[in-house]
């Protein structure tokens, strides 16, 4: 009753005293504390545990006991000071509060009186300045009075002497006062509902008509200068139509782009005829002559007319790109005129000439009138830069300097160059041609490449730089770069996409052919060994499947797919920066990287198999032996030695020539230690039956090969490496089971509870058939096995509920409630001593 009392009267403590986490964090940082008694999260039950780990403990309680009273003496006298010091703080507060509402009230007073005194000073300024008010705004209306008869003193009189000026031809001064005409007539606007303002409209009629009589004019000053039938030029330039040029920009904008467009038209006749369709110099052998004809134009242009039209309207500009859509419309035409007769070479010819002048007007001018309404809006130019812009033909180191450039991470932009496209863009159709003898190309060096395997056989390894990449695969890529960048010049749209799926279609056959094609064929014999002709085997015999030479061309062919799929990553990275940004999605090389992924565990695979048919024959002579007359434990068996011998012929060479991609040889060893240990075992459960020194002597051979395996990744290497811990862990794992086996084998199975608990506590394996295994390789007769097995499957834990019957057991520790009552019953020996 006592204790149900104590336990009721902790339940309601600790309700009273419980916080919430936010105060519980305050206090812990105003009183940060190590000892477990101020925690939150207080358990008394593992605090006693920490007090009294063992029963041994139990012997100082006394003196625990005793610090834990001197404790709580400390506390209540803590509380007890801080309960009296706080009898007088209410009183202390009230007076505090007092005094504080006494300072408000002052300071209150105080901001009123400067509240007061600052609205007097502001009445006294408004008065002061009043005056200086009112002569400011006579000074301002008197300003605008005065400008206002000057415009209109220039209105009446403007109007007379700009008539005059027009009959006369005087464009400077009509260019001048014009502006200064309508800039009145703008002025005046927001004053016509004064009477006598409105009228004034009879002047701006006349200047309305002034103004268009101006038009007329110089469009018919400017067609007797430049009539347009005819090539030759009876006119030319002169200061009357410099001067027209200039009252042009004051007159209505489509005046200004009439004379831009007469002008240019007639200054591009002559090409029109030089490079008509029936021309020889029209097709695209001979394209350089059109660029070379436009470039004495624009310097012809530039002697002669440059200074008579305004530097504002860019007519250099405007000539070149006029030039080019008339360039890129007859190219159009001819071409499609001419397809059959278009070559490949032919039209890397043309582009390469057309993107170069494409990159020299980007030079020469902004390109801002390629937006202008007075000139036909070019297509867009598409996002991705052009490594050609500035290169010679044949020029191969500076184009790759410009793709290495392009290979720097950073987001992509817009291109430099305004006029990219310009002209090129009509030749995008037919870039078919190019596709398709880049197509053929390909075709081409994947057979070359494999005619060179054939012949040349694989290539040498350096032991010290690690197994060696197909020079083919670099061939390749590079060929692949080649093709990208160019055609990157060349257009940014379903080209590119086109070209992708022409790389994605010789990467497979690359990856099939060249090194799928050449792996090593497994033989299907088992090699034919007896037990007495591998148990005379001779240190350093062949028994491998494959030669040293085979296994360095697995290793090889493994080095080059893992070079390739990482390529093959960053070419479809690069495909996608420079293809347009609506196309990207449907640049795909997944299947590609799958398939030399695959070719990557098919080595590492062929590389297994092979060292693990090797080991058969030894591990089944193991199986053979006769165990249980084997009379005295010696040195590790002749099976182990073959192993061993066939791991270190293997292994080195492996490890060699996969040393750049090292984590295909850790992969090797994960996949040769999960092949080999449970095939191990297999043969273990067939060594039956075991005499005790025949397992002690297999208990020997386990360990060896443990310790073989442990030290594979750098076995017969100078440099020791530790193992993985990946590995490790799997042959730990393996080979502790196997010793497991052999020391259940070795124990006696008399008396049988004990043989069964033991067996229980070494291997935790539920599994009644890997028990009966055992119990033939001690050599129990059926008979003896029945009873043994039904106090096997007697002695097995139960497993919780829900759980699955697996085969390997697990102990379950103590429940929470099994704790609580060791708990109490340490409880009640406490409060007895005490």
Not at 335 to 361: D, S, Y
Request: charged share 25%.
């Amino acid at each position: 009753a006592m204790e149900e009392e104590e336990l009721e009267f902790a339940d309601e403590l600790e309700a009273i005293l419980h916080l919430t986490p936010e105060v519980q964090l305050a206090i812990e940082q105003v009183f940060p504390s190590q000892d477990p008694l101020d925690r939150a999260d207080f358990n008394a039950v593992e605090y006693i545990n920490t007090l009294f780990p063992t029963e041994q403990s139990l012997a100082n309680i006394d003196d625990v006991v005793n610090k834990i009273r001197l404790k709580i003496r400390r506390l209540d006298d803590n509380i007890r000071t801080v309960v009296r010091g706080q009898t007088n703080v209410g009183q202390d507060g009230r007076l505090a509060l007092e005094e504080a509402q006494k300072a408000i009230q002052q300071l209150f007073g105080k901001i009123k009186d400067i509240k007061d005194k600052a609205e007097k000073s502001e009445q006294m300024v408004k008065e002061i300045t009043r005056d200086i008010k009112q002569l400011d705004h006579a000074k301002r209306h008197l300003t605008t009075s005065i400008t206002t008869l000057n415009h209109l003193h220039m209105l009446a009189g403007g109007v007379d002497s700009l008539e005059a000026m027009t009959r006369r031809r005087q464009y400077g001064e009509v260019a001048n006062l014009l502006q200064g005409v309508v800039n009145v007539l703008e002025h005046f606007q927001k004053y016509m509902g004064i009477p006598q303002i409105r009228q004034l409209s009879e002047r701006t009629h006349r200047v309305k008509a002034a103004q268009s009589e101006l038009g007329t004019q110089i469009l018919a000053d400017f067609e007797e200068a430049f009539p347009s039938q005819g090539s030759k030029r009876p006119g030319g330039p002169s200061n009357v139509l410099r001067d027209a040029c200039l009252v042009a920009n004051v007159l209505d904008p489509r005046i200004r782009q009439e004379i831009i467009k007469k002008f240019i038209r007639q200054h591009l006749s002559e090409y029109l005829v030089l490079f008509q369709e029936n021309q020889d110099v029209a097709w695209l052998d001979k394209i350089d002559r059109r660029y070379a004809w436009i470039k004495r134009q624009l310097v012809d242009y530039e002697e002669k007319y440059g200074k008579m039209f305004p530097a504002e309207w860019c007519m250099t500009e405007r000539v070149a790109v006029e030039f080019c859509h008339i360039t890129r419309t007859e190219l159009a035409k001819l071409m499609r005129a001419r397809a059959r007769e278009i070559e490949v070479k032919l039209l890397l010819f043309a582009i390469q000439r057309t993107t170069n002048f494409e990159g020299l007007l980007a030079k020469r001018f902004t390109g801002s009138t390629l937006s202008d309404a007075a000139g036909k809006k070019p297509e867009p130019p598409p996002p991705s830069t052009n490594p050609f812009l500035e290169d010679e033909p044949g020029s191969e180191d500076s184009v790759l300097e410009k793709e290495e450039e392009l290979e720097r991470p950073k987001k992509p932009k817009a291109p430099d160059n305004p006029f990219h496209g310009i002209v090129s863009k009509c030749f995008e159709p037919h870039l078919y041609v190019y596709i398709e003898s880049q197509d053929k190309n390909l075709g081409e060096l994947i057979d070359r490449f494999v005619a060179d395997f054939r012949a040349q056989g694989p290539p040498k390894v350096n032991s010290e730089e690690g197994g060696a990449v197909l020079p083919s695969c670099a061939d390749l890529f590079v060929y692949y770069k080649k093709c990208m960048v160019q055609c990157s010049q060349l257009s940014t749209g379903e080209p590119m996409i086109a070209l992708s799926t022409i790389f994605q279609k010789y990467l497979r056959e690359y990856a099939w052919k060249i090194l799928s094609g050449n792996l090593p064929k497994t033989s299907s014999s088992s090699g034919g060994l007896t037990i007495s002709s591998l148990l005379k085997e001779k240190e350093g015999s062949e028994v491998a499947k494959f030669t040293v030479e085979e296994l360095c061309l697995i290793c090889s062919i493994l080095s080059t797919a893992e070079y390739c799929l990482a390529t093959t990553q960053q070419l479809e990275e690069k495909l996608k920066e420079k293809v347009d940004k609506s196309l990207a999605e449907r640049i795909n090389l997944t299947g590609e990287m799958d398939t030399f992924s695959t070719v990557i565990s098919n080595s590492i695979q062929l590389l297994v198999q092979d060292l693990d048919a090797a080991c058969d024959p030894a591990l089944s002579a193991m199986s053979k032996m006769p165990w249980q007359n084997v009379e005295h434990v010696g040195d590790q068996s002749p099976y182990v030695t073959s192993v061993i011998m066939h791991i270190k012929q293997n292994v080195p060479v492996i490890r060699d020539n996969l040393a750049s991609t090292r984590k295909y040889f850790t992969q090797f060893c994960i996949k040769f230690a999960n092949s080999f240990i449970p095939k191990f075992i297999n043969h273990l459960f067939r060594c039956k039956p075991i005499s005790m020194v025949g397992a002690e002597q297999l208990l020997l051979d386990t360990h060896s090969l443990k310790t073989v395996l442990l030290d594979l990744p750098s076995i017969g290497s100078q440099v020791v490496r530790k193992a993985p811990a990946s590995y490790t862990k799997i042959v730990v794992k393996g080979m502790t089971r196997a010793e497991m086996i052999l020391k259940v084998v070795m124990a006696p199975h008399e008396p049988s509870v004990a043989f069964v608990d033991n067996y229980i506590k070494l291997l935790a394996d539920g599994n009644p058939e890997t028990f009966q295994k055992i119990l033939d390789m001690k050599g129990l007769k059926r008979s003896e096995q029945s009873s043994v097995l039904e106090l096997f499957r007697q002695r097995l834990p139960t497993p919780p509920s829900g759980a699955d019957g697996g085969s390997s057991l697990s102990f379950s520790t103590p429940t929470p409630e099994q704790e609580s009552s060791r708990i109490r019953k340490l409880e009640k020996l406490i409060k007895k001593r005490l």
